[in-house]
Nanobody
Framework: QVHLVESGGGLVQAGGSLRLSCAAS????????MGWYRQAPGKARELVAS???????YYVGSVKGRFTISRDNAENTVYLQMNSLKPEDTAHYYC????????WGQGTQVTVSS
């Protein structure tokens, strides 16, 4: 079973930036498409960005042009650089395989103040 540990969240003002990190155990990471998901209070969890093992990326429309997903296969880590943050980006952020078949980690909270 893959163990996921997210970090890098925090409180930031609108327009600010944060960089999230997700460390994954296990060699299966290298061949897996990875994604960043988020869940705001009262809302369903959604996929906001993903990256294949080959580096192809996907972004949901609301973050396109502001967020950048990347990965370091040597370190079994996936990143999410978030710029121009908006209050509506406030959520708990998680990483997982795409589709999300691994157990969820504890996630990291991102709070954007207006």
């Amino acid at each position: 079973q893959v163990h996921l540990v997210e970090s890098g969240g925090g409180l930031v003002q609108a327009g600010g930036s944060l960089r999230l990190s997700c460390a994954a155990s296990g060699s299966i990471f290298i061949t897996s498409a990875m994604g960043w998901y988020r869940q705001a209070p009262g809302k369903a969890r959604e996929l906001v960005a993903s990256i294949t093992s080959g580096g192809s990326t996907y972004y949901v429309g609301s973050v396109k042009g502001r967020f950048t997903i990347s990965r370091d296969n040597a370190e079994n880590t996936v990143y999410l650089q978030m710029n121009s943050l908006k209050p509506e980006d406030t959520a708990h952020y998680y990483c997982n395989k795409v589709p999300s078949i691994w157990s969820w980690g504890q996630g990291t909270q991102v709070t954007v103040s207006s």
